[in-house]
């Protein structure tokens, strides 16, 4: 098995680890079905299987919570990108791995102090008048810490905790190889794409790692809401900041989630509802490039009805295409049209061939007429979003990462508009947005674009074709012309057949070695002629516990 390979006595002790957490968490049938178990006795581990049964009382979700807290930031980091996958996953689920905190102990300022003075390239003293040693914040990744620069302008220090890349580049080693056992070996994980979703994650938690890049996403946004003054985003101090560190405005509000401060401030609730959804509507539909972690702990309310947003690390890119398909899934919810919802589901999951259309489409026509008469206001588009999804499940089908970061936004979204405004109504804000994209698409712009495209396209295509034709045709004069055709199916046929031809072979052979080593026992005179028919003995037994190994294995398989 792959975990065989695993050569290095850090990822050795590191699987013994996550092992032993599993097992304690009740998920020791999956540590011996995926093969961890095996190694670790081999490499002289023992495994303590008592334990589990005072957490087996908890659900599988909240035991699953557990384990990945205990495992350190890159499994919570990882939960936390599950939680993003609603079309993976059922809504109880959702909702626990999004009580996923990073928040961990802050490490003492001395510890962080040298890897500070590095980056910065210049002593602490030389650069802020004052810097508090207490953190603003810590979390897995990085603490974060207020300042004052020489001229008395506020900021906030994001410093990467020293040594967790190398820590979290083992794990995400780790979780490669487990991505791949999981789904080799255990079928009924395999609907939910374990390599596709490690994949996205590593892709995710690497751009996080790196603090300039969560400054440039946040300049980007930024640049979209030039002539817009109700998004603050703060301010980056390039000369100092590098991939461990980032230093920004400091940005005084009031927080997201402490609705006391919002009323006893004068806030009007529903107008700040209705801002931030224009502005994350913006950005999904009309940019393609949104905050993709809009929890009340990154959302601040500014005075004049002004939101600010942090911490950039996480966001999605959403393609023009992708847009304008977006925008017809909505609107098909929004209209009641079970036709344009399924075409545009298909679209998305066009890679699953196994799919029962006929099924889908009376699924969700069931699901959208529903909501047939319901007035607008009414319509709950992140709950419609959520059902949606759950369909797909059922299905066994699965979004593209980019859209299943977009639905949990939507669904976050909703759900703090509705903190601030009970009667907050996300269709309604919507509408104008969709009513964009669906024109912008077929705008006289758009389209000579997009014709412009095409025709470039076919006049190089067009170019090409005589030189591919010409090379085609001397392939076929040669005789160097071939087609190939594979068929899975058939291709595992003909591997079981060449195991069946290999061990009829070897049993022939150990049958002609115990016939002609008898024969030389029944003829021998001397020594030599002995052991000659003892080894020939020898060699078929061998020969036969071979083939019964090779017969139990592929029973197993």
């Known amino acids: 098995m792959m975990w065989e390979t695993l050569d290095t006595v850090r990822d050795l002790g590191r699987i013994h680890e996550i092992a032993s957490v599993l097992i304690r968490y009740g998920f020791g049938n999956l540590v011996q079905r995926i093969g961890v178990a095996g190694v670790l006795e081999r490499a002289g581990r023992l495994l303590h299987w008592q334990g589990a049964e005072e957490y087996l009382t908890m659900s599988t979700s909240v035991r699953l919570r557990r384990a990945l807290e205990d495992l350190g930031p890159t499994f919570v980091k990882l939960g936390q990108v599950l939680a993003t996958r609603v079309d993976l996953l059922p809504p109880d689920w959702i909702a626990e791995l999004s009580e996923l905190q990073s928040s961990v102990p802050a490490l003492p300022f001395d510890e962080i102090r040298p890897q500070l003075v590095e980056d910065l390239g210049d002593d602490l003293e030389n650069v802020f008048a004052r810097l508090d040693t207490q953190p603003l914040a810590a979390a897995s990744l990085a603490q974060t810490h207020r300042a004052w620069l020489k001229n008395g302008d506020p900021v906030v220090l994001k410093v990467r905790r020293p040594g967790i890349k190398e820590v979290i580049e083992a794990d995400l080693r780790l979780l490669t190889r487990l991505a791949e056992i999981v789904e080799s070996q255990l079928p009924d994980f395999k609907r939910y794409h374990p390599k596709d979703v490690v994949r996205q994650f590593t892709l995710s938690l690497r751009r996080e790692l790196d603090f300039a890049a969560e400054c440039r996403n946040a300049e980007r946004i930024a640049a979209n809401f030039e002539e817009c ?329």
């Open 229 to 557: 003054d109700q998004l603050v985003i703060p301010g980056v101090y390039w000369q100092w900041t590098r991939e461990r560190l980032n230093i920004q405005d400091f940005l005084q509000g009031i927080p997201g989630n402490d609705l006391a401060a919002v009323d006893a401030a004068g806030m009007d609730r529903k107008q700040l509802a209705r801002t931030g959804a224009g502005l994350t509507l913006k950005m999904v539909l009309e940019d393609g490039l949104f905050h993709a972690d809009p929890h009340p702990g990154n959302v601040f309310y500014l005075p004049e009805g002004r939101i600010g947003l942090i911490d950039f690390g996480m966001v999605g890119r959403v393609s023009e295409q992708r847009r304008f398909q977006v925008a017809l899934l909505l609107h098909g919810l929004v209209r009641q049209d079970p036709e344009a919802v399924v075409d545009v589901l298909l679209d998305w999951t066009g890679n699953a061939l196994d799919v029962d259309e006929a099924r889908l489409q009376m699924d969700v026509s069931t699901f959208v007429n529903q909501y047939h008469g319901v007035p607008l206001k009414e319509l709950r588009i992140g709950v419609m979003l959520s059902d949606i999804t759950s369909i797909l499940r059922d299905h066994g089908l699965a979004l593209p990462g980019d859209l299943a970061l977009m639905i949990k936004t939507f669904l976050t979204l909703e759900g703090l508009g509705r903190s601030l405004d009970p009667d907050f109504d996300m269709a309604s804000e919507a509408r104008p947005y969709l009513a964009r994209v669906l024109l912008q698409r077929y705008s006289p712009h758009a389209l000579l674009r997009r014709s412009r495209q095409t025709l470039v396209g076919a006049l190089d295509l067009l170019g090409d074709l005589p030189r591919d034709l010409r090379r085609l045709l001397q392939a076929a004069r040669r005789g160097r012309l071939q087609m190939q055709i594979e068929t899975k199916s058939l291709k595992a046929f003909g591997d079981q057949v060449n195991r069946a031809a290999n061990r009829l072979t070897v049993g022939i052979v150990a049958a002609a070695l115990i016939i002609g080593s008898s024969i030389v026992v029944n003829s021998s005179s001397g020594r030599g002629l002995s052991v000659m028919a003892l080894s020939g003995f020898v060699i078929a037994a061998i020969c036969g516990v071979w083939i019964l190994f090779s017969i139990w294995r592929s029973g197993r398989k």
